[in-house]
């Protein structure tokens, strides 16, 4: 069974720094596209980054551009979410998702998700 | 950006209902998903491509929209409300970055 758990969460004040990580596991990660989705407590689903199998491609939302770096290390089957700048706002529950598509083409939605990990940016 | 609306935002209904929701697009779309969350959990890929079952979902689940053409309205609906089917739904477009998603369907006991 494909296996995505992330860590790093936690407590963070605002304008602080923290980075989030996802470790995939019994499936070929270097194949798919992955992404990081949030969910702010009590709300609905955002979509934050996405990054292709090399890592050559790379988009986000636009209210974490600048702050937010998405990355990868096939070697390590890992997912990494750099976060600085944090806001009250970004407080939320963020799942790594894996792209349904295995192909060089994402097709932007997800078969596989975390269980996720809480960031609370509060002073 | 695609906006996502769906209604309602809670229906209230019983075991053996049939409940429909739906999810209307800002502009023209035709990768239309479904997602089911219940408390707690990661949400769960149910609907793909507005229509396709994902693989092991219950056949309970069906969804229509567009087609094979680009489509602004579509549908989730759940034949007959089982018990574990109490949960929150979302729809996302699947077109184009960003991916948007809708903002939440809670189905809830009646």
């Known amino acids: 069974e494909v296996q995505l758990v992330e860590s790093g969460g936690g407590l963070v004040q605002p304008g602080g720094s923290l980075r989030l990580s996802c470790a995939a596991s019994t499936f070929t990660f270097s194949s798919y596209w992955m992404s990081w989705v949030r969910q702010a407590p009590g709300k609905g689903l955002e979509w934050v980054a996405n990054i292709n199998q090399d890592g050559s491609a790379i988009y986000y939302v636009d209210s974490v551009k600048g702050r937010f770096t998405i990355s990868r290390d096939n070697a390590k089957s890992s997912l990494y979410l750099q976060m600085h700048g944090l806001r009250a706002e970004d407080t939320a529950v963020y799942y790594c998702?894996?792209?349904?598509?295995?192909?060089?083409?994402?097709?932007?939605?997800?078969?596989?998700w975390g269980q996720g990990t809480l960031v609370t940016v509060s002073s | 950006d695609i906006q996502m609306t769906q209604s309602p935002s809670s229906v209230s209904a019983s075991v053996g209902d049939r409940v429909t929701i739906t999810c209307r697009a800002s502009?023209?779309?035709?990768?239309l998903i479904w997602y089911q969350q219940k408390p707690g959990k990661a949400p769960n890929l149910l609907i793909y491509?507005?229509?396709?079952?994902?693989?092991g979902g219950p056949s309970r689940f069906s969804g229509s929209g567009s087609g094979t053409d680009f489509g602004t309205d579509f549908t989730l609906t759940i034949s007959s409300l089982q018990p574990e089917d109490f949960a929150t739904y979302y729809c996302q477009q699947a077109d184009r970055l960003p991916l948007t998603f809708g903002g939440g369907t809670r189905v809830e006991i009646k």
């Open positions: 998702a894996r792209d349904s598509s295995g192909d060089r083409s994402a097709w932007y939605y997800f078969d596989y």
């Open positions: 491509g507005a229509s396709s079952l994902q693989s």
């Open positions: 502009q023209g779309i035709k990768w």
